[in-house]
């Protein structure tokens, strides 16, 4: 098992700067391969970023590419994610995922473990 809390979350304005956190408890963080997705209303749970256990392997989505910045402390159990120039369409709730093994999966439903979200609002 994992836990796992999001935090970092809030408003900010359209070309602003946002460092969203998630803290994972459990099993050992090195382990598992971790991601951020996001989720806006009335849409689907998509892929923002994933990272390889060690964090030496990335993968971003085409929307956030060059925006992003996924990586990971494994000494104290926690992932990050940086989000500059940030557009109102980022507005969402970004969630913080595990699973075990070690591809890096774009599918939600390949993650095992999901944290309760942060909401990130991008005002124009």
């Known amino acids: 098992q994992v836990q796992l809390v999001e935090s970092g979350g809030g408003l900010v304005q359209a070309g602003g700067s946002l460092r969203l956190s998630c803290a994972a408890s459990?099993?050992?963080?090195?382990?598992?391969?971790m991601a951020w997705f996001r989720q806006a209303p009335g849409k689907e749970r998509e892929l923002v970023a994933t990272?390889?256990?060690?964090?030496?392997?990335?993968y971003y989505a085409d929307s956030v590419k060059g925006r992003v910045t996924i990586s990971r402390d494994n000494a104290n159990n926690t992932m990050y994610l940086q989000l500059n120039s940030l557009k109102p369409e980022d507005t969402a709730v970004y969630y913080c995922?595990?699973?075990?093994?070690?591809?890096?999966?774009?599918?939600?439903?390949?993650?095992?473990?999901w944290g309760q979200g942060t909401q990130v609002t991008v005002s124009s």
């Open positions: 990272i390889s256990r060690s964090g030496g392997m990335t």
């Open positions: 995922a595990a699973r075990s093994g070690t591809f890096l999966y774009t599918n939600k439903d390949r993650y095992d473990y």
């Open positions: 459990g099993r050992t963080f090195s382990s598992v391969t």
